[in-house]
């Protein structure tokens, strides 16, 4: 695959327009997922933070057509800009692994405990690209190379447990990148590990990003990871987008309450320090109005009434600041 | 599993025990009564025909429900009361004798219940009382099991620890804590188990080793229709008497350990 | 760099260790299976014991009581005038020479018994255990992947019906159909009367006909056998189906299983491999117990097909009160079921590397 030369302007990857997805639940559809706009470009990490029930891994399982059975989707998904919604199952396949694919939290339960490293790293190599079992060999010696792994020849016969967790996520990582996809999705993959190994990881995905041109959406529910690693940043909150911008500005100044408590809640050495008040609700038990009102100090009445959208700066949207707050909305500084 | 199915399998249990206990009034023959009229298929006046003797099958199916259910339900409570108190034991005071008992379980779990059931009911000779002791000896472990685990688990939560030390004696610690907390689960196995001691006696009678004929057991029942495959009628009712009250231990033992999610062997 | 001599090192020295880690766990599992085997003949010694009255009466046949001889050469093999402990080893000695006693109906030693009848019921209870682990291996599966849907609760119904369903009236029921309605299996027996039995290699009449030669022989075995193994196969495969079942709900949930798809492979790749490697050792699990349960099946299925197997041994002992005879039967069971384990527990080395690898 020829690389494009510097010059040209990043080519958009990914652009996901006004998603919703609901799931089947015992009593009738459950929201997940509401009005979510994002986009990401080669060559570029996006950060997409929030808590756990936000809907950020529902992202990234919408993106690979792995929702549960019963899952609605609506919008648009545009990935190279082919339209992955209308895609079909073989499609979809082909998209996976090949197109888009995934590091998940914990590496200890994300690969296989009874296939060989070489295996895991080689099946999807040899399906997507057709290479044979000697080139795919060669190949996945030079991914673990690649994300740092020594004695590849050996480890590619040696099985998970034998494994520390740091090890495995790099492994993972390689196995993510076998089939050449343009996009990585990382879900929160430095959470399950040491402190000592998360250092190691972000500094892989950050040279990944740079030598290959590969775009990342790293899911985290830590703002602070994202500082040094990613261009711009989607905070969720209860299944939709809260605020947007680019990330170095985000945190120095976020407009959101809820950014704010969550950079509040998180003191220098990324301990919590002040968790938030209240209890983070998910999209299916948001209230009417704004789904953060409950807990927001800066809450009016206004705010339990009717539903903030997201609006951005001078109506633009990429690379624009953009929020989703009545009280502190658009071009609402501190 | 659904609703509906376990309103069944309570009816069909329910039904069967009525029948046990009204067998008498509600049969239209004495069920050992012989009569000339030998293998009558099926009629009007023989709902389920008659067999090598000329005995009513549907009052011999019906009778069957008075030998059966309650020898089933004596090895379940039996079993139960045995391999409870060991796994009790086994669990309270742990070490060496935790070992033995649990080494006991696994001897016996070494064995098909069946086959050790049959060599105990050999070696004590066949009747309806040695085929209850011979199936309590091959299913107390399950039990035990059980018990001991539920045990070992309130030890974990430590108030035993806390009651040994406000002075409490061993007894009632048993009495207060540990009975107490264990009866749940060995309730729930014991309905699990109740529709595998309904098949393993009729198969103890079957093969001949348990209620002596003329006795009216299903499984018993069976053997004679075996004899001549072609009177399908006398083998194939009291069948169906073991595979519906087994099928509706089955289903309620299902849905109850899916409620409690107790753990089987 | 510290990290990487580390790992070198490790992946070094792992053959080594590997070796010494699977063979300790062979050893244990050996230590685990003498254990039982031992017990189980503690077992039988106390079956013996508990019969009351006189041990004399109760294992030799009437003819044998007459003669004053064998009653006192029997008291003598079984040290019957020595202390308890001591009749014990006398009773494990003879063990150890494959004494199991006599059989009161062939007068007959009960080993040479079993071993005439062991070929049979193997010709039964392979290719049943084999058709089991097939179906309910597959049909479980089938089950896990549409939960909660028609084709599961289907499943789910049909497999506890299949639980509970008494497999000696199942037999009944399946000649009654099969032989005297529909007239197309025969009825009972291992050979229809016209043949006679090949030469015995295995013992099993339809591999013995075919390494004969005898086409119509080995078909006429094969008719024979069909029924049986069905109905044995009825109970085990129900088992199996809910076993599988849960394992693969269980494995299904796992992140490598998401990964799997994730990775782009085809559906069937990821339930071939990935799912079914993940159930293996489970399912090896179930297959040992369910091994147990259709021996046992044997003695209930065996009679009325009158099939001349172990099973039937068992019931013919059984019916007459041959109390040598079945406690033969049941130690040579138990001995086979815990041999089985053994092998099931070896192979769990095979299938799982955290056990052939740790």
Known sequence: MPTTPDTSPPAELLRVERLAVTLRGPRGPVPILTDVTLSASAGEIVGIAGESGSGKSMTARALLGLLPRGAEVSGTMLFQGRDLSTLDRRGRQRVRGAGIAMV????????????????????????????????????????????????????????????????????????????????????????ALDVT??????????????????????????????????????????????????????LRAPRHPYTRALLEARAEDGAVMRPIAGRPVNAAEAPPGCPFAPRCPDREDRCEKSAPVLAYDDGERDGRRGSACLVHGTGGAR | MRRPLVLIALSVLGAWLLLAVLAGVVSPYDPLAQSADTYAPPSAAHWFGTDELGRDVLSRVVHGARLSIPLALAVVVL???????????????????????????????????????????????????????????????????????????????????????????????????????????AVVLATLELGNAVLLLAGLSFLGLGPRPPAAEWGAMIALGAADISKWWVSVFPGLAILTVVLACNILGDAIRDRFDVGHR | MLLRSVLHRSVLHRSAVLRS?????????????????????????????????????????DQALGDPAAVAAFRAKWGLDRPLPMQYLAYLGNLLQGDLGTSQQTGRPVLADLLDHVPATIELVLPAIVLSVVLGTAIGMYAALRQGRAGDQAVRVGALLGLSTPQFWLSVLALYLFFYVLGVSPNGGR?????????????????????AGQLDVAWDAVQHIALPVLVLSVVTTATLVRFVRSAILEVLRKDYIAAAYAKGLPARTVLLRHLLRAGLV?????????????????????????????????????????????????????????????????????????????
Not at chain 1, 208 to 235: I, K, N, P, Q
Not at chain 1, 244 to 249: D, I, R
Not at chain 3, 33 to 60: E, M, Y
């Open chain 1, 104 to 191: 998940f939290q914990d590496p200890t339960a994300a690969l296989h405990p009874m296939l060989s490293i070489g295996r895991q790293l080689t099946e999807h190599m040899r399906a997507h690209l057709g290479v044979s079992r000697r080139e795919a060999a060669k190949r996945a010696v030079e991914l673990l190379d690649q994300v740092r792994i020594p004695n590849a020849a050996k480890v590619l016969r040696a099985y998970p447990h034998q494994f520390s967790g740091g090890q495995l996520q790099r492994i993972a990582i390689a196995s993510a990148l076998a089939a050449r996809p343009r996009l990585l999705i990382a879900d929160e993959p430095t959470t």
């Open chain 1, 197 to 250: 190994v998360q250092a190691g990881i972000l500094a892989l995905l950050e040279s990944l990003r740079a030598e290959m041109g590969l775009g990342v959406l790293f899911v985290t529910h830590d703002l602070g990871v994202l500082a040094a690693l990613a261009s711009r940043t989607y905070v969720y909150y209860a299944g939709r987008i809260v605020e947007t911008g680019p990330t170095a500005g985000l």
């Open chain 2, 79 to 185: 079993a139960l009361l045995l391999g409870g108190l060991l796994g009790l034991i086994a669990g309270y005071v742990g070490r060496a004798v935790d070992e033995v008992i649990m080494r006991l379980t696994d001897l016996v779990f070494a064995f098909p219940q069946i086959i050790l059931a049959m060599a105990v009911t050999a070696a004590f000779g066949p009747s309806p009382a040695n085929a209850v002791l011979a199936l309590v000896i091959v299913s107390w472990p399950v039990y035990a099991r059980v018990i001991r685990g539920a045990v070992l688990g309130i030890r974990g939560e430590n108030y035993l620890g806390i009651a040994r030390m406000l002075g409490v004696g061993p007894i009632t610690v048993l009495r207060r804590d540990v009975v107490p907390n264990s009866v749940g689960p």
């Open chain 3, 21 to 61: 880690a699977l063979l300790r766990y062979v050893l244990r599992r050996l230590a685990i299976a003498a254990g039982l085997l031992l017990g189980s003949t503690l077992v039988g010694f106390a079956l013996v014991q508990a019969v009351p009255g006189d041990p004399v009466a109760a294992n030799l046949s």
């Open chain 3, 191 to 211: 050979l229809s009367p016209q043949f006679s039995p090949p030469p015995r290699v295995t013992g099993m009449y339809s591999l013995d006909a075919l390494l």
């Open chain 3, 282 to 358: 489970q399912i090896i699990t179930m297959t040992s117990l369910a091994f147990a349960s259709m021996l046992a099946g044997t003695v209930l299925v065996e009679s009325v097909f009158s099939w001349p197997g172990v099973g039937e041994y068992a019931y013919a002992s059984a019916s007459a009160l041959d109390r040598p005879a079945i406690l033969g039967v049941c130690l040579f069971v138990a001995a086979v079921y815990i041999v089985v384990n053994l092998a099931v527990d070896l192979l769990y080395g095979v299938a799982d590397p955290r056990i052939r690898l740790t």
